[in-house]
């Protein structure tokens, strides 16, 4: 029955149920359909009157604008505020996805240029990756370059030390993301197995918990009624049959399945430029952020500011992710590209280029000219050596 219970089958069940039923389940499902102007029009007039007015009641409701004015800026905030969570989540999901891909790459044309232009032993190359998580690379790579400062090192043997002491540091990085990955996978799952609260849809119906509550039940039963319904009549039709199932924890996961609308984000300010942001960006793609800045750096991401506070889902924005998978999709993930970024990552840094750092560093000393005597001579005053006397 599961390959039965389809995205247009429950939408049409939904779209056929009493406008009060409809409404309920489309506010329970919110995050996957939308409430119309017709039964935000009911939702208004069918809200209870707080004031305490005597006598007979108007027999035709009129239904102010302030009221629709206020079930719709609830409805789209709350409307606003699931969706954008499951988009948040979603975009980690792929980000890390296509982070661990790309890890793996490195991984393998490293131990590739190992193995074939360095010939190290396969071996090697294994225990080098089974102490990956125990390496403590910038101690490695500080005496890596004072041994090439002093010429005591020769550029092979520096690349092939560099080459495994990156590998290591993807590995690293491979495990950071899988956690990733793995943590914001079951939040996925616990999202699109929560329909809205009651005490939300309460705030936007604006009727007692009691009345919420047997509506809720009612609306239900005769959804799973319909629901099992047309599925009895497919079997009938001739289609296999399957086990049993829970038709409203499907529900949730057919609709689950459903592709996750997009946002347009705007700029909030993270690493208060976006020229910045995107730099930063790459940077953390490629894995050279540096271990001890790579994790707060992904926080201000999943959080949508510059600072790790978790912001409510109003002021938190998803322009850093969004940015991320852009970053992600210009990089060039070919076998030959991956082992050509290893390569200029691990190379040594040349001597010639090391002294014409050193010259430029040192300071000039500039010749005092005539005019630049005066303005000082001005600032000074004149000597009055008269006056010494």
């Known amino acids: ?25 489309k506010l329970l499902l919110l995050q996957h359909f939308d409430i119309t102007e017709e039964e935000i029009i009911h939702i208004a007039a069918d809200r209870p009157d707080p004031r305490c007015v005597a006598g007979s009641k108007p027999i035709h409701q009129v239904v102010k604008q302030d009221a629709l004015r206020d079930v719709t800026s609830r409805r789209d905030e709350y409307r606003r505020r699931v969706r954008l969570r499951r988009e948040r989540v979603w975009l980690q999901m792929e980000a890390m996805k296509r982070m661990m891909a790309l890890a793996e790459g490195l991984i393998r044309a490293g131990s590739d240029l190992l193995l074939t232009q360095h010939k ?33 090192i020769s550029a092979e043997a520096y690349q092939e030390a560099r080459l495994g002491l990156e590998i290591q540091t993807q ?25 809205l609260q009651d005490h939300e849809i309460g705030h936007i119906w604006g009727i ?7 509506r809720k039940v009612k609306h239900l039963h005769q959804y799973l009624q319909a629901v099992q319904t047309s599925l009895q009549k497919s079997l009938a039709k001739g289609l296999p049959a399957t086990a049993p199932l829970d038709i409203w924890k499907e529900t949730l996961a057919v609709l689950g399945e459903r592709p996750v609308e997009r946002s347009i984000a705007q700029y909030d300010g993270l690493e208060r430029t976006e020229d910045a942001l995107v730099e930063k960006l790459r940077t953390f793609v490629w894995g050279t952020l540096g271990e001890d800045l790579e994790g707060k750096f ?25 940015r991320l998978m852009a970053v992600l999709s210009e990089i060039d993930t070919s076998p030959d590209a991956l082992e050509q970024e ?14 014409l750092t050193d010259e430029a560093a040192q300071p000039v000393v500039e010749e005092v000219g005539q005019m630049k005597q005066h303005v000082l001579t001005s600032f000074m005053g004149e000597a009055h050596e008269d006056l010494r006397r």
């Open 342 to 355: 290893m390569l200029t990552r691990t190379a040594p840094i040349s001597k010639e280029s090391l002294v």
């Open 208 to 214: 007692p918990a009691g009345s919420l509550a047997a």
């Open 171 to 195: 590995l690293r990085l491979l495990e950071k993301y899988r956690k990733r990955f793995e943590l914001s996978e079951r939040e996925w799952k616990s999202l699109n197995a929560a329909p």
């Open 1 to 25: 029955m599961t390959a039965l219970l389809t995205p247009e089958l429950i939408a049409s069940t939904i779209e056929q149920a009493p406008i009060q039923g409809r409404i309920m389940l």
């Open 120 to 152: 190290v032993d396969a071996a090697a190359v294994t225990a080098l990756k089974q102490e990956a998580r125990a390496a403590v690379p910038k101690p490695a790579i500080r005496l890596l370059n004072r041994r090439w400062d002093e010429d005591d």
């Open 298 to 322: 992904w926080l201000s991401l999943v959080h949508g500011a510059s600072s790790n506070a978790v912001h409510s889902e109003n002021t938190r924005s998803l322009f850093g992710l969004q």
